[in-house]
Nanobody
Framework: QVQLVESGGGSVQVGGSLRLSCAASIYTRCMAWFRQATGKEREGVASIYGAGGVTYYPDSVKGRFTISQDNAQKKVYLQMNSLKPEDSAMYYC????????????????WGQGTQVTVSS
């Protein structure tokens, strides 16, 4: 099972940017970022298929968030721009060996999370 460790969270003002990093113990072709705000369900915010770098974003973050990866370093990044208060959440790195990198229900390995807080 892949081990995932996130870093890069913190507090930022509305409109600011943050870059999250995730270090994986082994290469996994499907990687994603999820978030979970207090009292809400966990939701996927970005996924990437390592072989071709194909990415997927839900409408809530499209155009503001960018997922990327460094396969040699076994790292995945999430660049978050134009942050809003509703982006405040615990952010989790995730991986899966199942088919369908853009299907967030397929992810079954999780990091411990890193907190992002956006204040106005």
């Amino acid at each position: 099972q892949v081990q995932l460790v996130e870093s890069g969270g913190g507090s930022v003002q509305v409109g600011g940017s943050l870059r999250l990093s995730c270090a994986a113990s082994i290469y996994t072709r499907c990687m994603a970022w999820f978030r979970q705000a207090t009292g809400k369900e966990r939701e996927g915010v970005a996924s990437i298929y390592g072989a071709g770098g194909v990415t997927y974003y839900p409408d809530s973050v499209k155009g503001r968030f960018t997922i990327s990866q460094d396969n040699a370093q076994k790292k995945v990044y999430l660049q978050m721009n134009s942050l809003k208060p509703e982006d405040s959440a615990m952010y989790y790195c995730a991986a899966t060996t199942r088919r369908g990198c853009s299907d967030f229900s397929q992810y079954n390995s999780w990091g411990q999370g890193t907190q992002v807080t956006v204040s106005s």
